[in-house]
């Protein structure tokens, strides 16, 4: 007779212990042990571990599968889901093996557990092993299946409601509960009162400061106040605000766009000229042309207006970034007025606040919606759908994938739905929001999202203090070298060629993120290891470090209206020398919108006390000692980042935190 000794694990959620009756069955090469109750003194409580023994009669041979199935207690009467989080068993022999689940089990289910050792399709051999690898995708792609979001949009998971998902991919009871996605809530947590509905235009900019509690206001929401109308505040949020990505170096000025050396010539140095400058490389360009021709929406039987502007920036010799030319509408004219910092104070005030509206829409819509979430839930399901569990691309990204199913179908239920927070606060709307997204996607590259190619394209490499650049290079070198290091311990190029699995992952991500697959670089199936770390690691970046640069400081630059306006009551002027304070206020969006948008921007920047940073991986999902000391090397290296970071921090007036990786989440979870 062979004695197997088995550690049972409970999770620690809430509720993630049980009263059914667990059954547990080895299941080992030539034979199997057949089912056994655990039966504990103690109960299968949340957060325990639980030690039995199983004998068998006869060899089973290699230990190959854990199978457990959950009996109701009490007739069938009471059903109550344990979620198990993993299985140790200690074999005859004295070897210990991993049995990783992590998911919920309700009564009456089956599940059949594999070791922890990853392994690629082309290297399992056991028929069994195999047998399992198939029902698990089979399973999975019942689960997950692709809906339609919008024509020409990446597709999405085809659920309607957080309920239609499976609970592994659910919010944990704790999320759930803390994550009260109303506005209500968010106005009683500011304490906002009451005048949600008040449609009233402010009065003045000074009524605006006394909105927040002394306490609610954050270092940066105070600096904005203070700051929100200089010039070199301005050009700094451009490289370290909420949408860091979207400045590019002007090498040639678009034809629309004519701006001369005689309009400029005050905003550079004595001596020099615009083409000098533009020649230096000192010269950067936004271009909103994506919102050209798009009609703005109706508030309250009350036209709103958008603006397609273009920005022209330069980074001067004492390392500012300055605005030097704004012209509001593509379409260059008499009554299209390029303007400049030496016209009268209020008409550039008002020309800043237009591009700052225009920012609102690109950064909330195309960088922050569509390059991050809508993404990630490409990437997500495609890992659903084609990796099995054993899978070590599957171990590698899963930390990755956690909560984006859910975050987005509560995004796409009540903020872009037509009754949605963007329908009712925001120029944009809803039918122009779906356009201006279909004209974002088709400029969607493989290169763009790549950081260190997207920063070479763009020409920023050598503009001064762009921290978001230099904290994301750091970044993406230290998510690279690690994935790299796992990716080449489980292949070489054969290998890679010759996975199945891995060719349908990114056929799938593909398949499902374009309409003109080969225009946009991405890569339609992988050759090597090289070019297969390179894509993971995009992957990665944009789902951790890229979603907290464009997510998390939304609070602290776009509480303070007039700098993140999102919507705009007025056309934009035609003429220069008519604004004064009163064009400004009105403007500006009423004080229901205000409102309402700060409380969005206050719920979409919250910390969640659920989260995993960066590195973490809550699961115990590998076994073998290389890429366990990978893991280990990825949390120092982010560590030393982390000390970087905050050393550089010390030394200036507004510190860059969003890409500090204790601040970067592993997945898009908000
Ligand atoms: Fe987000």
């Known amino acids: 007779m062979s004695k197997y000794?088995?550690?049972?694990?409970?999770?620690?959620?809430l509720g993630s212990g049980t009263s059914n009756r667990i059954y547990i069955n080895l299941i080992g090469k030539i034979g199997s042990s057949g089912q056994h109750w655990i039966k504990t003194l103690t109960g299968l409580w949340a957060g325990s571990e639980q030690l039995i023994s199983v004998h068998c009669k006869s060899d089973i041979g290699d230990l190959l599968l854990v199978e457990l199935e959950a009996k109701p207690v009490a007739l069938g009467l009471i059903d109550d889901d344990w979620f198990c989080s993993k299985i140790i068993v200690t074999t005859p022999e004295g070897v210990s093996k991993l049995f990783p689940c992590y998911c919920w089990m309700s009564s009456n289910k089956r599940l059949s557990l594999r070791e922890a050792v990853a392994k690629l399709g082309t290297k399992d051999t056991a028929p069994e092993l195999l047998a399992h690898r198939q029902d698990n995708l089979k399973r999975r792609r019942q689960d997950f299946r692709w809906g339609i979001y919008a024509e020409g949009l990446p597709h999405i998971v085809n659920a309607e409601s957080p309920t239609e998902l499976p609970p592994v991919v659910r919010f944990s009871f704790t999320k759930e509960k803390e994550f009260l996605f109303t506005l209500g809530a968010a106005f009683k947590e500011l304490k906002l009162g009451t005048e949600f509905n008040n449609k009233d235009r402010w009065n003045n900019i000074g009524e605006l400061s006394s909105l927040l509690s002394e306490k609610k206001k954050t270092t940066t929401t105070k600096y904005v106040e203070k700051n929100w109308m200089r010039d070199d505040f301005f050009g700094y949020q451009f490289l370290n605000g909420l949408n860091p990505t979207m400045i590019k170096r002007c090498s040639e000025l678009p034809e629309n766009f004519p701006v001369t050396n005689d309009m400029v010539k005050s905003s550079l140095p004595e001596k020099s000229t615009l083409e000098m400058e533009i020649e230096k490389g000192n010269i950067f360009l936004c271009d909103y042309k994506r919102l050209n021709g798009l009609q703005g929406n109706e508030i309250d039987e009350r036209k709103q207006y958008l603006s397609a502007p273009l920005c022209l920036l330069f980074s001067t010799p004492e390392n500012k970034l300055m605005p030097i030319a704004i012209q509001l509408d593509q379409k260059p004219g008499a009554r299209n007025p390029i303007f400049l910092p030496s016209d009268n104070e209020k008409d550039w005030l008002l020309a800043k606040i237009f591009v700052r509206g225009a920012e609102f829409n690109e950064h909330e819509l195309n960088f922050h919606l569509l390059r991050t979430h809508l993404l990630g839930e490409v990437f997500t399901m495609a890992v659903l759908r084609n990796l099995p569990s054993c899978h070590p691309l599957f171990k590698l990204l899963v930390p990755h994938v956690r909560y984006n199913l859910q975050i987005n179908i509560m995004a796409r239920n009540l903020l872009v739905s037509p009754d949605g927070v963007f329908s009712q606060y925001t120029a944009i709307g809803n039918k122009p929001m779906t356009e201006f997204l279909k004209r974002a996607a088709s400029s969607l590259t493989y290169s763009s999202l790549c950081l260190p190619d997207n920063i070479r394209e763009r020409g920023v490499e050598k503009i001064p203090n762009y921290y978001y650049r230099d904290d994301g290079l750091d970044l993406w070198n230290i998510i690279s070298s690690f994935v790299h290091g796992v990716l080449s311990f489980y292949y070489n190029d054969e290998d890679v060629q010759k996975d199945k699995e891995l060719q349908a992952w990114i056929d799938e991500i593909v398949e499902n993120c374009f309409q003109e697959k080969s225009k946009t670089g991405f890569p339609q199936s992988f050759v090597t290891v090289e070019e297969l770390s390179k894509f993971v690691t995009m992957v990665i970046f944009t789902v951790s470090a890229q979603h907290a640069a464009v997510n998390n400081g939304q609070f602290d630059f776009g509480a303070w209206m007039p700098n993140f306006p999102s919507s705009l009551q007025c056309p934009?002027?035609?003429?220069?020398?008519?604004?004064?304070?009163?064009?400004?206020?009105?403007?500006?969006?009423?004080?229901?919108?205000?409102?309402?948008?700060?409380?969005?921007?206050?719920?979409?920047?919250?910390?969640?006390?659920?989260?995993y940073p960066l590195g973490y991986f809550p699961e115990a999902l590998f076994r073998e000692d290389i890429p366990l000391d990978l893991i280990a090397k990825f949390q120092e290296d982010l560590r030393v980042l982390d000390k970087k970071i905050e050393k550089r921090n010390k030394k200036l007036d507004l510190p860059y935190t969003y890409l500090s990786p204790k601040n970067v989440d592993n997945s898009i979870a908000i």
């Open 5 to 13: 000794n088995i550690q049972v694990f409970t999770g620690d959620y």
């Open 572 to 611: 934009p002027p035609t003429r220069k020398g008519d604004t004064t304070d009163d064009t400004i206020l009105k403007t500006l969006p009423d004080v229901s919108t205000t409102l309402n948008i700060m409380a969005v921007v206050y719920l979409l920047s919250r910390e969640s006390s659920d989260r």
